[in-house]
């Protein structure tokens, strides 16, 4: 960075200043194709629940 530009900016050496600002395009699935995600994650998440409360019924009836 020349002296001159820094100069030129009464010496502010923020670097929003001279760092250019770059986006980058975020593409996201189809909505159907999240829902569908969901969905298995949750069918998942359930069978899960299910065989911790079976669990916990055999824990109980061992006591």
């Known amino acids: ?9 009464n010496y ?3 670097i ?3 760092k250019e ?4 395009e975020v593409r996201y699935e189809k909505p159907e194709i999240i829902i ?3 969905e ?3 069918g998942k998440i359930l069978e899960d629940i299910e065989e911790l409360k079976w669990l916990l019924n055999e824990d109980e009836s061992h006591r």
């Open 1 to 9: 960075m020349p002296a001159d530009e820094i100069k030129a900016n």
């Open 12 to 14: 502010d050496l923020s």
């Open 16 to 18: 929003s200043r001279y």
């Open 21 to 24: 600002i770059e986006y980058e």
């Open 36 to 38: 569908e995600k969901i």
């Open 40 to 42: 298995e994650l949750e």
